[in-house]
């Protein structure tokens, strides 16, 4: 069987747990070779083994670098094509949402600039090197945002502001990315998850499980692989399609606060 991403060479930022290591590793099993950025050198390099583990064949190169510093960006994507002559797929994973309920006036100016910095910046630093050393000379290759249902529906409770600006700018910003890579075969997706069962989740509610228990009663979230499958599904499509964004929740999360919490009732008796 012919892998749909053999010969690829996919970089993954925020690759080191949740969504990033569960779309490292899908992957890596269709074949890609990998270029995994994340801020935890250790933990990558406990990824970079389990991956080794399953698919052998798979070529990784790992970078513990911070995306919000465009030179250490540069520099990894400058080495990665040293390594692979191309990337080919770009996903923009890496992402904080931090100081949840406080609200927009209670969080200090750190916080509103890392999540800035990481959510916006870090995104279009790692865009900028791509396009410019591989996938604008190629004139091809696909970037895939990880956005947010957050990007388009207001969240109603506090916390939410500077997260939720992040993902909307991310939302206009693919949208005109799209628009200017016109007369290339470069595609530019965004899949925007749901509610998903990750540190990522339980860190917005200060890793109150409890918390997190109450928030997802009566229906099952999501997990990592979920995501995943989805984002494996939109790049295994042909080079003449792109899923240009994807929704990818519970079947209970009927909108960004409206979920049914008799699910589990229903299903599991």
């Keep these: 069987m012919t892998l749909p991403l053999k010969d690829k060479t996919a970089l ?5 747990m949740g969504i990033g290591e569960a779309i490292a590793t899908r992957l890596a ?9 994340s801020r935890r050198k250790d933990k990558s390099d406990k ?7 399953k698919s052998p064949s798979t070529r ?8 919000q510093n465009y030179k250490d960006v540069d520099k990894a994507v400058e080495s990665a094509m ?19 309920p406080a609200a927009f006036w209670e969080l200090s100016l750190e916080l509103i600039d890392q999540m800035n910095t990481t959510n916006i910046s870090g995104t279009m630093y790692t865009t900028h090197s791509v396009l410019n050393r591989s996938m604008i000379p190629n004139s091809k290759g696909t970037i895939l945002n990880v956005s947010s249902v957050t990007g388009l529906e207001t969240p109603p409770f506090s916390g939410e502001a500077v997260y939720h600006a992040n993902k909307a700018c991310i939302e206009a910003f693919s949208n005109s990315l799209r628009m200017e890579t016109a007369g290339t075969n470069i595609r530019v997706m965004v899949i925007r998850p749901g509610v998903v069962n990750t540190h990522f989740h339980l860190q917005r509610v200060k890793f109150d499980q409890d ?45 960004l606060t409206n979920f049914d919490r008799t699910w589990n009732e229903r299903n599991n008796g």
């Excluded at 990784?60 to 995306?67: E, G, K, L, Q």
């Excluded at 918390?211 to 080079?239: C, H, K, R, W």
């Design 82 to 100: 040293t390594e692979f002559g191309s990337i080919d797929i770009l996903i923009n994973n890496a992402g904080l949402a931090l100081g949840a």
């Design 47 to 53: 990824i970079e083994e389990n991956i080794l583990s």
């Design 12 to 16: 993954v930022t925020g690759a080191s």
């Design 60 to 67: 990784v190169c790992v970078f513990a670098i911070d995306i």
């Design 211 to 255: 918390a997190m228990d109450e928030f997802t009663s009566g229906y099952p979230p999501l997990v990592a692989e979920d995501i995943a499958n989805s984002v494996a599904f939109m790049l295994a499509q042909p080079e003449s399609i792109t899923i240009k964004a994807l929704d990818c929740v519970p079947t209970a999360q009927r909108s």
């Design 29 to 37: 099993n269709d074949g890609a070779n990998l270029v995994l950025l």
